[in-house]
C-alpha cells in the first residue's frame, strides 16, 4: 500500500501562483507514473500533469506553460507549481500514483482544494 498526501491548495487571486505537493508513504519500484488530476464541480475529473520514473512529463493542452511537474525523488515527494493562475483552475487537485505494470492498483491522496478567485 502507498498512502498520498497532498498539501499546498489554498485561496488565491487570478494571476497569482501555488505550488502543490503530494508525499508519498514509501518510493514506488518503477516503472511508474505519477501525477496530479482535478476535478470541478459538476466536472470529472481530468488530467492536469503526469511524471514519469523515466523523467518525462505529459501536461494537458490548458496547463503547458503555466504548470510545472516536478519531483524529489529522494523524499518520494512530487510537486505541482501553478503559475498565472486562472478562476476556471478553481478545483480540487489529486495526486495520483501507479506502477506502469499488468494489474497494479491505482492511488489516490485525499485531495486538496484549490480555489482562484478576486
Known amino acids: 500500500q502507498v498512502q498520498l498526501v497532498e498539501s499546498g491548495g489554498g485561496l488565491v487571486q487570478p494571476g497569482g501562483s501555488l505550488r502543490l505537493s503530494c508525499a508519498a508513504s514509501?518510493?514506488?519500484?518503477?516503472?511508474?507514473?505519477m501525477g496530479w488530476f482535478r476535478q470541478a464541480p459538476g466536472k470529472q475529473r481530468e488530467l492536469v500533469a503526469v511524471?514519469?520514473?523515466?523523467?518525462?512529463?505529459n501536461y494537458a493542452d490548458s496547463m503547458k506553460g503555466r504548470f510545472t511537474i516536478s519531483r524529489d525523488n529522494a523524499q518520494n515527494t512530487v510537486y505541482l507549481q501553478m503559475n498565472s493562475l486562472k478562476p476556471e483552475d478553481t478545483a480540487v487537485y489529486y495526486c495520483?500514483?501507479?506502477?506502469?505494470?499488468?494489474?497494479?492498483?491505482?492511488?489516490w491522496g485525499q485531495g486538496t482544494q484549490v480555489t482562484v478567485s478576486s
Open positions: 514509501r518510493s514506488i519500484p518503477g516503472p511508474y507514473a
Open positions: 495520483n500514483a501507479k506502477r506502469l505494470i499488468p494489474g497494479a492498483e491505482n492511488y
Open positions: 511524471i514519469l520514473s523515466g523523467g518525462s512529463t
